[in-house]
Each structure stands twice: as C-alpha cells, then as structure tokens.
C-alpha cells in the first residue's frame, strides 16, 4: 500500500479515511486541509481548465469546482497512478477521472459523493457515497498526524522492507 510508504493516499480515499479534514470557501476557490500529513487541495472556481495531462500530474489530482444549486461539484483529473483506492490493493490507471459532490443536508452532516472513472482498468463508472460529520467538540482544531514509513509493518511483527 502506498500509504504504507507515508505517500498522499489520493482521491477519493483521502476523504473516507479516518482522519479530519476543514473546508474554507473563498471568492474564487474552496480550500480542504487534512490532518493526515498537513496535504491540503484548492478547488479552482475561477473556470480555468485543467492543465495539460501531457505537461503535469498530481497524487490528489488536479481539482476545477463549481456550484450546482447546493451541490459543490469538483471535477478532479491528471493524477499520476502511484495511489490505491484502499489497502486491499485496489488501483487505477493515470487516466483516472474523479467527479466529487458535497452536498450539505444539515447544519452539521453533509453528503459525499464520488464517481470513479478510468477506461484503462475499470469497464465503466463507478459511485461511492457516505455521509460526513461536523465535529461538535467547542474549539476543535486539526492536529498534526506525522507518518512514519513501514511504521504498521513492524507493529504486526512483519519487516518492512527498509
């Protein structure tokens, strides 16, 4: 797994793994910071298009987002095809496509959605879907989660390869 090797789990997983995450909404862009080793993604709502796949790839993707009544729709490409969906191994191609949604459906619950696209591995699209959870804790923050390498390969009594 290469979140093993402390490397950005990507999108979708990022989301749905167990660690916070804050969501900032500005004039032009959204900006989602994750505790899990201080990644953070700009949602660019300005309408500018992806840059060319040719020219730049990223782990979390390249992220365009826009309004859909209530519905924050993030379109996300250019990954490069170094990150699992999960640690059963599940992968994809470089040609991943991920169309995100945030929908809010309470004052403190919000509805997550994502269609999985890659015409290399999989034979057609795929959703997930969850709900999310505000924190009620009063001033809660994000902490700083640091990853160490190989660190659940020794705490099973395996060896990492080091």
Known sequence: DPEAKCYMPGVPRLTYEPFPFQIAQFDDHVLIVYEYIHIHRLLFMDGSPHPDPEVIDFWMGDSRAHWEGDTLVVDVRNFNDQTWFDRAGNFHS????????????????????????????????????????????????????????????????TEGTK
């Not at 309470?106 to 997550?112: F, L, N, S």
């Not at 997930?128 to 505000?134: A, G």
């Not at 009620?136 to 659940?152: D, F, G, H, M, S």
Request: aromatic fraction near 12%.
């Open 94 to 157: 470089d040609a991943l496509h991920v169309v995100e949604r945030y929908t809010r459906t309470g004052p403190d619950h919000m509805t997550y959605e994502a269609t999985i696209e890659d015409p290399k591995v999989f034979t057609r699209p795929w959703k997930i879907s969850m709900p999310l959870y505000r924190r009620q804790e009063k001033n809660v923050q994000l902490l700083e989660y640091e990853c160490y390498a190989y660190e659940r390969d020794e705490r099973l009594g």
